[in-house]
């Protein structure tokens, strides 16, 4: 099946730092993948659409120069999240919509960013 | 947009009971409706889904059944297991524009109690 990989699963940075987080699909190629942060008990907010080779389109209130989105290939998609602060705890999520299915998006198994 | 409400936010069922779980939608559009069951600390898993010319589908002990008039959508799961518990979403998309970002409900934390 259809599979997709995040790396890291958990990390941890200081107040200021930045840090990459890599949305793999491991046995597809995605021409769309999309990132989502959720919060405790709360629902996934789509944060932005990134399309292979193209720049990322982002929802409306989340700022594009602070989350930092790449798609260099159909395979892989990174989220940078530049400067963190506290309030950018949470859990980051991507997902990944196959080039043969427009409809099936698969998601990754999230990372886990705190911020000390 | 599309705004997509659930209910109920929280259902406890004993084993072997049903559980239902219901979406309204609001973008007459739409037209893919996925359902994902998600465990703690984990990313979302798809269950089921359902698109806009199928009024249901049925996958063991999950169905979901869509009411495209109404623009409500169900999540039917029979004889249910411990292993069942976890938080539900569901979610509305139109696929054939916006790459097919999806909307997605509240939530629904299921507790199967044995």
């Known amino acids: 099946g259809a599979v997709v990989s995040q790396h890291p699963s958990r990390v941890i940075c200081k107040s200021g730092t930045s840090v990459k987080i890599e949305c793999r699909s491991l046995d597809f190629q995605a021409t769309t993948m999309f990132w989502y942060r959720q919060f405790p008990k709360q629902s996934l907010m789509l944060m932005a659409t990134?399309?292979?080779?193209?720049?990322?389109?982002?929802e409306q209130g989340v700022e594009k120069d602070k989350f930092l989105i790449n798609h260099a290939s159909l395979t892989l998609s990174t989220l940078t999240v530049t400067s963190a602060h506290p309030e950018d705890s949470s859990f980051y999520i991507c997902?990944?919509?196959?080039?043969?299915?427009?409809?099936?998006?698969?998601f990754g198994p999230g990372t886990r960013l705190t911020v000390t | 947009g599309e705004n997509v409400e659930q209910h109920p936010s929280t259902l406890s069922v004993q084993e072997g009971d049903s559980a239902v779980i219901k979406c309204t939608y609001s973008d007459s559009a739409s037209n893919y409706f996925p359902w994902y069951k998600q465990e703690l600390g984990k990313g979302p898993q798809l269950i089921i889904d359902i698109r806009s010319n199928v009024g249901e589908k049925k996958d063991q002990r999950i169905a979901v059944t869509l009411n495209k008039t109404a623009k409500h959508f169900s999540l039917h799961i029979t004889e249910t297991q411990p292993e069942d518990s976890a938080v539900y979403f569901c979610?509305?998309?139109?696929?054939?524009?916006?790459?097919?970002?999806?909307?997605f409900g509240a939530g629904t934390q299921v507790v199967v109690t044995p």
């Open positions: 979610a509305a998309s139109w696929a054939t524009d916006s790459w097919g970002k999806l909307q």
């Open positions: 990134s399309n292979e080779g193209s720049k990322a389109t982002y």
């Open positions: 997902s990944a919509l196959p080039e043969t299915n427009a409809y099936e998006q698969y």
